[in-house]
């Protein structure tokens, strides 16, 4: 499945299949050198073989990509 065409769906709040997160939803990464941190969901970068998404870093410290399975939601 591409992206090409989803992205504005999902920035709008539409469902797109496969794809857990929200814009602007707060979120902890739970692997890599940024586990335990938390931030913000800024974009869908890419569908395949996962979801994968730009989070913006709380402490204003950056951005980074993050496979779905390495976010939790927070409420």
Known sequence: MTIRGLGDRWLAGGAVPGVAFAHSQVVEILTGSRAQERGTIALLLGLEPEP????????????????????????
């Open 52 to 75: 994968i998404y730009l989070v913006a870093l709380g402490d204003g410290r950056g951005d980074v990509r993050v496979r779905q399975s390495g976010l939790r939601a927070l409420a």
